[in-house]
């Protein structure tokens, strides 16, 4: 245990290393109007970084919900939007981690023992290359200092995308397509961080949040970049 602790420590130092580098190297740019910004850590010009507006307060559950508190950092829109626009679609998932330290400098994720990412399908993945919710949980749990379980949830069904849906269409879109992996050996008992990129309605974070609760998670809070208001 001692090891693989040691080991995961010289992993992000190794991590924030190659950033430094790659902060001389390839200098940021800000991913709404191109003007480079000081280091990679940041990520909006000066200019743009005006138009981000934070997100309101945290969504209380209801009795039915499975998770209890839903956070996001950034209210979706703007300079923010085309930003994540980007990191999905524009194949860089390295704009999701300097989203992700952006996020946490700006509203504290609630507190949690384990990272669980929102899962894509396998063939939407391969599609895309990456995960964009496993990116941003993965910069989340290093800069918590909490493990991530990439696994602990499964996309069963490759469900059509929810743009332009109603919410009770969203809900019965994402109902049922999620459930347990192989991580999901380590989740009774504990507080779960569900991370996702944007809250929209909340159909996906809930589907994903009854299946780690069926899994034996005592605590489900979920965790988003950004939030549609």
Not at 100 to 126: C, S
Not at 136 to 143: C, D, F, H, I, S
């Amino acid at each position: 245990m001692v090891r693989r602790r040691r080991y995961r420590s010289m992993t992000a130092s190794f991590r924030d290393i190659a950033d430094g580098i790659l902060d001389v190297l390839v200098p940021a740019r800000c991913p709404e109007c191109g003007e480079p910004v000081k280091t990679g850590r940041e990520v909006f010009c000066r200019r743009c970084s005006e138009f981000i507006e934070r997100a309101p307060d945290p969504i209380g559950a209801s009795v039915k919900d499975a998770w209890e508190v839903s956070a996001s950092a950034f209210a979706y829109g703007g300079p923010l939007a085309a930003a994540v626009i980007r990191f999905k679609h524009g194949e860089v998932p390295a704009l999701g981690s300097r989203l992700a330290r952006l996020a946490m400098g700006t509203v504290t994720p609630p507190a949690a023992d384990l990272v669980v990412p929102v899962p894509l399908h396998p063939a939407r993945q391969r599609a895309r290359g990456f995960n964009q919710s496993a990116v941003v949980a993965r910069a989340l749990a290093r800069g918590l200092g909490v493990p991530l379980v990439a696994d602990a949830l499964v996309r069963t069904r490759d469900t059509p995308t929810q743009g332009g849906l109603s919410a009770s269409g969203r809900r019965v879109n994402v109902r049922g397509a999620f459930s347990p992996g192989k991580g999901a050996i380590r989740l009774p008992g504990r507080s779960i961080l569900l991370v996702d990129d944007v809250w929209t309605t909340g159909a996906t974070c809930g589907a994903c949040a009854r299946a780690l609760r069926r899994a034996g998670a005592d605590h489900v809070r979920v965790y988003t970049l950004a939030r549609v208001v």
